[in-house]
């Protein structure tokens, strides 16, 4: 059984950085890719950034390109977002999620593909 918990979420200013991780347990990371997506009220949940089981294929949504950056660590089992130049707009919860990923190295781009989530974590953004 594989477990996600996020962690580093909290209340920031407009421009002003955050950093979340999500450590993960339970199975051997590399052979996970993995995502983080993210759910403002009212709205859907979407894919903001994935990467792949080695960290050499990333995605960004264009709505926090060149904002935000995903990475991962395979030795300490544990993905991470950072968040730059952020905006009121970015107020959401942060989730990330896994994915089996044994064959292949890219990353997974629907919400459907991810069979394991953590519980989130709430990111918000005064103006």
């Known amino acids: 059984q594989v477990q996600l918990v996020e962690s580093g979420g909290g209340l920031v200013q407009a421009g002003g950085s955050l950093r979340l991780s999500c450590a993960v347990s339970?199975?051997?990371?590399?052979?996970?890719?993995m995502g983080w997506f993210r759910q403002a009220p009212g709205k859907e949940r979407e894919l903001l950034a994935a990467i792949g089981r080695s960290g050499g294929s990333t995605y960004y949504a264009g709505s926090v390109k060149g904002r935000f950056t995903i990475s991962r660590d395979n030795a300490k089992n544990t993905v991470y977002l950072q968040m730059n130049s952020l905006k009121p707009e970015d107020t959401a919860v942060y989730y990330c999620?896994?994915?089996?990923?044994?064959?292949?190295?890219?990353?997974?781009?629907?919400?459907?593909?991810?069979?394991?989530w953590g519980q989130g974590t709430q990111v918000t953004v005064s103006s």
């Open positions: 339970g199975q051997t990371f590399s052979m996970y890719a």
């Open positions: 999620a896994a994915k089996f990923s044994p064959t292949r190295s890219g990353w997974y781009p629907f919400q459907r593909d991810y069979g394991y």
